[in-house]
């Protein structure tokens, strides 16, 4: 085992390890994260009553799973904890994750 290739810039934070069940490198979403990647590699994460959505561009072979909890932000929202722009909620994480993979080089009709 050697250790995973840098994940793409942005993606640095998210955790990485290697799984022995399926031998290769997995990064585990937590809820509010996305993750983009190139490589062949895992990726996991544990649900609740949240939703997560994978993408994989088989032309490029890249890849992206999301992780969020409800389905859109709360406009007006007093809370501190509760932002618009947070991939918390699932029309800005799809958003992100979609357009992280436009960015790195993926087409829509793929």
Same mark, same amino acid.
């Given at each position: 085992?050697?250790?995973?290739?840098?994940?793409?810039?942005?993606?640095?934070?998210?955790?990485?390890?290697?799984?022995?069940?399926?031998?290769?490198?997995?990064?585990?979403?937590?809820?509010?994260?996305?993750?983009?990647?190139?490589?062949?590699?895992?990726?996991?994460?544990?649900?609740?009553?949240?939703?997560?959505?994978?993408i994989?561009?088989? &032309?490029? @072979?890249?890849?992206? =799973?999301?992780?969020?909890?409800?389905?859109e932000?709360?406009? !007006? $929202?007093?809370? /501190?904890?509760?932002?618009?722009?947070?991939? &918390?909620? @699932?029309?800005?994480? =799809?958003?992100?994750?979609?357009?992280?993979?436009?960015?790195? !080089? $993926?087409?829509? /009709?793929?």
């Amino acid at each position: 085992m050697n250790a995973p290739r840098p994940a793409l810039p942005g993606f640095e934070a998210i955790r990485r390890s290697w799984s022995g069940e399926y031998q290769r490198f997995a990064a585990q979403i937590l809820p509010g994260e996305f993750y983009v990647t190139r490589d062949d590699e895992l990726i996991t994460t544990l649900l609740g009553s949240c939703v997560a959505a994978c993408i994989r561009d088989a &032309r490029t @072979g890249m890849g992206g =799973m999301n992780h969020f909890m409800l389905p859109e932000g709360l406009d !007006g $929202a007093s809370t /501190a904890w509760i932002e618009r722009e947070s991939t &918390r909620y @699932g029309d800005f994480a =799809m958003e992100q994750l979609l357009n992280e993979l436009l960015k790195r !080089g $993926a087409r829509r /009709a793929d």
